[in-house]
Nanobody
Framework: QVQLVESGGGLVQAGGSLRLSCAASGSIFSINTMGWYRQAPGKQRELVAT???????NYADSVKGRFTISRDNAKKTVYLQMNSLKPEDTAVYYCNLDVVWDPLGHAKDYWGPGTQVTVSS
């Protein structure tokens, strides 16, 4: 089994910054793509950013230039640095990891429990 622990959410004023972390533990051989998604009230969950095992990144247009995703493979952790936050960034943020659990490459998708980010105007 794999456990994901998220941290770093909170309340911040518009223009401020937050850094989210998602640490994985358990039966992990390696981790492929790691990502962050968010879900605002009354809206569908949407992609924020992803990072591949090779370090390739992808961002939603709405966060490009403001958010930066990174990973520490040794710590099995993915980060999301969020700068110049806007009220429309308010949402529950979820990490998502594609975890390989054996040398044959068998993988499974895991979601974190979510962390609330609230940006006040």
């Amino acid at each position: 089994q794999v456990q994901l622990v998220e941290s770093g959410g909170g309340l911040v004023q518009a223009g401020g910054s937050l850094r989210l972390s998602c640490a994985a533990s358990g039966s992990i051989f390696s981790i492929n793509t790691m990502g962050w998604y968010r879900q605002a009230p009354g809206k569908q969950r949407e992609l924020v950013a992803t990072i591949t095992s090779g370090g390739g990144t992808n961002y939603a247009d709405s966060v490009k230039g403001r958010f930066t995703i990174s990973r520490d493979n040794a710590k099995k952790t993915v980060y999301l640095q969020m700068n110049s936050l806007k009220p429309e960034d308010t949402a529950v943020y979820y990490c998502n990891l594609d975890v390989v659990w054996d040398p044959l490459g068998h993988a499974k998708d895991y979601w974190g429990p979510g962390t609330q980010v609230t940006v006040s105007s």
